[in-house]
């Protein structure tokens, strides 16, 4: 499966509101245009804490995608948590894997 990751690759958080509305709707308009069974996945491009934030949220809401990753590290909190504050799933958090020697174990004891 694929998932849309914005049209050009820029850092959403840093476009005015009409590019990062194009970008992020023109990702999404033609993976559904061009693949059958798109991921429900958007994938913000770097990533990082102030690349995205509640405009990104509500342009992707408007576009009907209900994840979003990130590339800040940490992991998804508590169901309960998720459940009270749903821009949780517009921020997914995840572990970037490290490749060197013992760099999964490290992964989790940072």
């Known amino acids: 499966r694929f998932g849309a990751h914005t049209m050009t690759h820029p850092v959403v958080g840093r476009c005015d509101d ?19 069974n798109p991921s429900d996945l958007f994938c913000y491009p770097v990533g990082r804490d102030g690349d ?3 405009r990104e949220f509500d342009i992707l809401r408007r576009h009907g995608m209900k ?6 590290p940490g992991c998804m909190p508590s169901p309960q948590l998720v459940d009270r504050d749903p ?16 760099g999964v174990l490290r992964m989790f004891l940072n």
Do not use: C, H, M
């Not at 009409?18 to 059958?36: D, F, H, N, T």
């Not at 821009?87 to 013992?102: C, F, K, Q, V």
């Open 18 to 36: 009409q590019r990062a509305e194009w970008e992020i709707g023109a990702s999404l308009a033609a993976l559904r245009k061009q693949v059958s």
């Open 52 to 54: 995205f934030g509640v």
């Open 67 to 72: 994840w979003a990753l990130s590339a800040v």
């Open 87 to 102: 821009t949780w799933r517009l921020r997914i958090p995840r572990y970037a894997a490290d490749e060197r020697r013992g």
